[in-house]
Structure formats: C-alpha cells, structure tokens
C-alpha cells in the first residue's frame, strides 16, 4: 500500500466516503491551500469544504496555516495536510477497533447469551435479562417468531471474533508494517 493510498484511507475514516477522501487529497496535494480553491477543485460546496477540514483538524490530519484578510474584509484560510499525523492516526483506529473485539470477546465467554431457536439473527439476549421469564415458569421466547430460545452456540462466535483479530493483524501489517 503507497503512502498516498494510506492518506486516502486516514482521511476516509474521518470524512467516511472513500471518494472524497481521495478528492479531497487530490485538491491539496500541492501542499498550503487556499479552502476557496479546495471547494472549486472538488466541486463541493465552501461549507462543506470547511466542515471536512476542520473534522480533520480535530483527527490532527490537517492544519489551518494561516488566515489572510484582504482590504475589502473578505477572509482566505490556507490548510494543509498533516501527513506526519497519518500513521500514528491508522494505528489509533486500528487498536480502538480491536479493543472493541476484545471486549467482545471477553463478554462472549463470560456471559451465557440465549437466542431465537429458529433464527438466531432475531433475538439475542444475555441470560440474566429473560431471568424472569424462566423463573415465572414461561419458558422464555423469540419476541419476532414465538419460536423458544435456546443457549447460544459461543464457540462460533469466538471464532468469529478471532478471525477478526487476526485480520486486523494482517490488516496492521499490510498497512503499516513496512515503515521506519
Ligand atoms: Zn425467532
């Protein structure tokens, strides 16, 4: 992966479009921008322009260089891309996808979750949210078909959450492994 594909990628994360991400790259590629000519090049509207950049500003992707004022009080904001900040921004999301995995998984093998007999992509519950329903005797049961619930199959899940993790790996090594 180029270094430019990996700009693409940061800034996508932030703006979530992939397209304009990269038109966005393509508009100011040519280092310190004025916001005006960003909009023109990439057809999009001044306020849209601005509100993608200081999203950016916030991810530290980009900088607001400096604001001219000309004589009859119009204002000219020049930015550029931080592409320094890029890596270190990749390995951020990256990690925080997979501590959310992690956590995941955590849950999946300590909590005994029950879903649909019929369908488990209906309902899903931990066990001690239909408690109740076992103890009032009813046997607890789907609130889309009727159908009962029964004790989810979690090895299917952790071995879903462990093929994640792993291309997560690989995802982290393709991108940013063969740097420094
Ligand atoms: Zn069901």
Redesign the pocket.
């Known amino acids: 992966m180029g270094e430019e594909d990996l700009v693409d990628l940061a800034i996508a994360a932030v703006v979530q479009d992939f397209d304009l991400a990269h038109r966005l790259r393509e508009a100011m590629r040519k280092g310190i921008v004025e916001e005006t000519r960003i909009s023109i090049r990439m057809g999009i509207s001044q306020q849209e322009t601005r509100k993608m950049l200081y999203m950016l500003q916030d991810a530290n992707l980009a900088h607001r260089v400096r604001v001219k004022e000309t004589k009859d009080g119009t204002k000219h904001v020049y930015w550029r891309i931080n592409y320094g900040a890029v890596r270190d921004f990749l390995r951020g999301r990256i990690e925080m996808v997979r501590r959310a995995l992690l956590e995941r998984s955590h849950l999946e093998e300590n909590v005994e979750y029950y879903v649909?007999?019929?369908?488990p992509s209906?309902?899903r519950a931990p066990f001690d949210e239909i408690l109740m329903e076992f103890l009032g005797g009813e046997p607890p049961s789907?609130p889309?078909?009727?159908?009962l619930l029964e004790p989810a199959d979690r090895s299917r899940n952790l071995d879903k959450i462990r093929n994640l993790l792993s291309t997560l790996d690989r995802i982290e090594d393709a991108l940013l492994g063969e740097q420094e």
């Open positions: 649909c007999a019929a369908d209906h309902y789907c889309v078909c009727g159908a």
